[in-house]
């Protein structure tokens, strides 16, 4: 019997490691891309093709630069850790072992309720009972789903990308966007400066080198990646401009609740300061676990949503955590961890 167990886990942690080996692939084909493009622009375009001297020293300069903002978007948006809630989101030993011997469900759903007035959350399930997650055992904030692949519950989550082999949420939504949008940019780039090599070479006007090779692929290459990038760029901005989402509250489903305007939304993600807009680097406001409404009079319909004086209050004193409303920059939430 415990030979057979023994089994059974041993396969699994092989399946699990097979899977987080695989899961790399989309990665790898990212980066080897990125790579042959490097070759193939630096050295067989404007080493080997480009003769005027002022030309191939414009092209080098903006190429590094296009291609180092798309390099360092894209690692910030593979290696930033998902955001998961605080500790005041999951249940103490107490509830914890409350909600366990509790054999009915409605009482199970009172104890959750009793808990979520502490803290400040809006959304329901489309049961209308709390949003619980059993694997963490820690209760939703608004917005916050469990990722299946990272196996964690996620603050903000949009979806899990496999292309980037990491959950895109509240902690690194600015930097995929940014990803993205660096992507475009270095696609058009090379697009746009290398049409006339592309074209002589196509009419023969240049002679047959293996340069001709790399060329040619180059501008097939960055077109095809620019079309896809292009839509899927396109239906995140309007995921944010419009903070698209399909919440349920205690008075019903409100798809626009975390609707709060166009440059609320933007600095949502983006932060204040819109010099640092472009770059990847951390200015998202708040820390993922509270979003203002549209509405802020349908709080009152949820008598779960706590206000933010009754979240200030402390058990352990312990360290406290500064959560914004994105609102009202000047309204902060103290909350322990």
């Known amino acids: 019997m415990r030979s057979a167990r023994g ?6 942690r092989g399946l699990r490691c097979c899977q987080r080996v695989f899961s790399w692939i989309p990665v790898l084909i990212i980066t080897s891309v990125a790579l042959w493009s490097y070759y193939a622009y630096v050295f067989e375009l404007c080493l080997f093709t480009i003769t005027n001297t002022a030309e191939k020293v414009v092209y080098l300069l903006v190429f590094h630069v296009c291609f180092g903002m798309f390099s360092w978007t894209y690692w910030m948006s593979i290696f930033t850790p998902p955001a998961s809630p605080c500790k005041k989101f999951q249940l103490s030993y107490s509830d ?19 808990i979520a007035k502490k803290l400040p959350i809006s959304t329901r399930a489309q049961s ?9 055992q820690v209760l939703k904030p608004d917005r916050c789903h469990h990722c299946s692949v990272c196996e964690t519950c996620v603050l903000k989550m949009d979806h899990h990308c496999p292309w980037v082999n990491n959950c895109v949420g509240f902690s690194n939504y ?38 001709k090779f790399h060329v040619l692929f180059l501008m097939f290459v960055a ?4 079309v896809s990038l292009m839509f899927l760029f396109g239906y995140h901005c309007w995921i944010l401009l419009k903070a698209f989402s399909a919440p349920v509250f205690s008075n019903g ?10 440059r609320r939304n933007l600095r949502q993600v983006f ?53 914004v409303d ?12």
């Open 174 to 211: 600015k930097f995929f966007l940014l990803f993205l949008s660096w992507s475009m940019v270095y696609c058009v780039f090379i697009a746009a400066s290398v049409l006339q090599y592309f074209l002589k070479f196509w009419v023969r006007e240049l002679p047959n080198r293996p340069a």
């Open 326 to 337: 994105n609102e009202d920059p000047s309204v902060t939430i103290e909350m322990e961890e």
């Open 96 to 114: 914890k072992e409350r909600y366990e011997m509790e054999e009915r469900p409605d009482a199970q759903k009172q104890i959750l309720v009793e």
């Open 253 to 262: 489903p409100d798809r626009n609740a975390f609707n709060v305007g166009i």
């Open 128 to 136: 209308g009972a709390i949003r619980f997650c059993d694997r963490c």
């Open 7 to 12: 089994w059974n886990m041993a396969l699994s």
């Open 223 to 226: 077109l095809m990646f620019f």
């Open 271 to 323: 932060g204040e300061d819109r010099r640092l807009w472009f770059i990847p680097v951390c200015t998202s406001q708040g820390n993922g676990h509270y979003f203002p409404l549209k509405n802020r009079s349908s709080e009152s319909h949820n008598p779960l949503l706590a206000n933010e004086d009754m979240w200030e209050e402390s058990d352990d004193g312990s360290e406290e955590v500064s959560l």
